[in-house]
């Protein structure tokens, strides 16, 4: 069965520093896709970046890079340069296969930023 | 487009009430999820829809009932509220692609007293 692990529960980290939220997951199927999700206190699910399982390069959104291990079965979030705006929870996510119409959610990380 | 909604923002209930959770999108997306989330936890799948006709049951389906009679609208249906059901639910929608994000709706929080 597909799984989602997130093992930090929360992070602080100064303004400016990079940050790398780790996520691994639990899948038989080879098509799969990974999702990245920041939700601020305000309540909204925001998507963040994608990476599918065939993708050679890993994704990369701005600040915001998927630090895609396959064989370690490991999508890390890396967010360069971090931002106060930055602090939230978020959430790793897979879809299996790659067109299904689920997607489950790991447990989260909150991050919070220190000026 | 107003993408996803959802009404109300905010419910209370008494144990044993029922209600519908509304849920519409306007970007003709296949695929349409409910989730639930407690506090300080990730999302939970209550059931799914592949398009209109069809559903499905997620990870955590007891006491919820869905139905999708058009693509826009996928109600969910708390048949006896429990304070087990107090939470914040989000309806999602997606396209049927490889590589789509869901888009989600901004919640509706609900109260079982």
Request: charged share 15%.
């Amino acid at each position: 069965a597909q799984k989602i692990t997130q093992t930090q529960p929360g992070m602080f980290v100064q303004e400016k520093e990079a940050v790398t939220l780790d996520c691994t997951y639990d899948t038989s199927d080879q098509s799969y896709g990974l999702f990245w999700y920041k939700q601020p206190s305000s309540g909204e699910m925001i998507f963040l970046i994608y990476q599918g399982s065939y993708d050679e390069q890993n994704a990369t959104e701005g600040r915001y890079s998927l630090n895609f291990q396959k064989a370690r079965k490991s999508a890390n979030l890396v967010i360069s340069a971090s931002q106060l705006g930055d602090s939230a929870m978020y959430f790793c996510a897979m879809r299996e296969p790659m067109g299904a119409s689920k997607i489950i959610f790991g447990s989260g990380t909150r991050l919070s930023i220190r000026p | 487009n107003a993408g996803v909604t959802q009404t109300p923002k905010f419910q209370v209930l008494k144990t044993g009430q029922s209600m519908t959770l509304q849920c519409a999108q306007d970007m003709n997306h296949e695929y349409m999820s409910w989730y639930r989330q407690d506090p300080g936890m990730g999302l939970r799948l209550i059931h799914y829809s592949v398009g209109a006709g069809i559903t499905d049951q997620g990870e955590v389906p007891n006491g919820y009932n869905v139905s999708r009679s058009t693509t826009e609208d996928f109600p969910l249906r708390l048949l006896s509220a429990a304070p087990s059901q107090t939470s914040v639910y989000f309806c999602a929608s997606s396209r049927r692609l490889a590589g789509e994000t869901q888009y989600f709706g901004p919640g509706t929080r609900l109260l079982v007293l």
